[in-house]
């Protein structure tokens, strides 16, 4: 997989605002004067997470038919992803779901009923980036009939956006 590097931080006007004030008197009127200087400031990052959003959706005649069968491919792809070496506090649940399927009704005639829908993601937390397709095809293999998302983050983030904000302040004192 190749990741490209992305700009993590740029600060700019107003984070890094210099003023100095210049007073002059003039007939015993004070007149104030100002200088503003704005700057900033960015790193560059590689990702080293990703994370993924993917679940199973089940559909039956009843939602407790299509709930226990949601329930028994999830508690497949869950387990079989710890098997993987995936962490479980990396294995979260993200949004769970129970909807009516309707079917269409003719002119004039209310909708009907025809079934339930469950929908049940998780977001897994990948750590090792080399072992993304791996996931990505492990979660498939396991069960998962979607994929919703797929997202990359640097996890130093805060030290770099301290580094950022002393660049940028450097930068306005340079000025």
Known sequence: MRTTPFILVLLTAGLALITASISAHADDNEVSRSITVSASGSVAAEPDI????????????????????????????????????????????????????????KAGQPSAISGYRVTNQIRITARDLA????????LVSLG?????????????????????????????LRR
Do not use: W
């Open 50 to 105: 990703a994370h993924i959003t993917s679940g199973v959706t089940s559909e039956a005649e009843t939602a407790r038919e299509a709930l226990s069968r949601n329930s028994q491919v999830m508690e497949k792809v869950i387990a079989g992803l710890k098997a993987a070496g995936i962490a479980p506090a990396d294995i979260q649940i993200a949004q769970f779901r129970v909807a009516p399927r309707s079917t269409r009704s």
């Open 131 to 138: 072992r993304l397709g791996e996931i990505l095809d492990n």
């Open 144 to 172: 998962a009939n979607e994929i919703a998302g797929l997202t990359f983050e640097v996890s130093e983030a805060a030290s770099l956006r301290d580094v950022a904000c002393q660049e940028a302040v450097a930068n306005a």
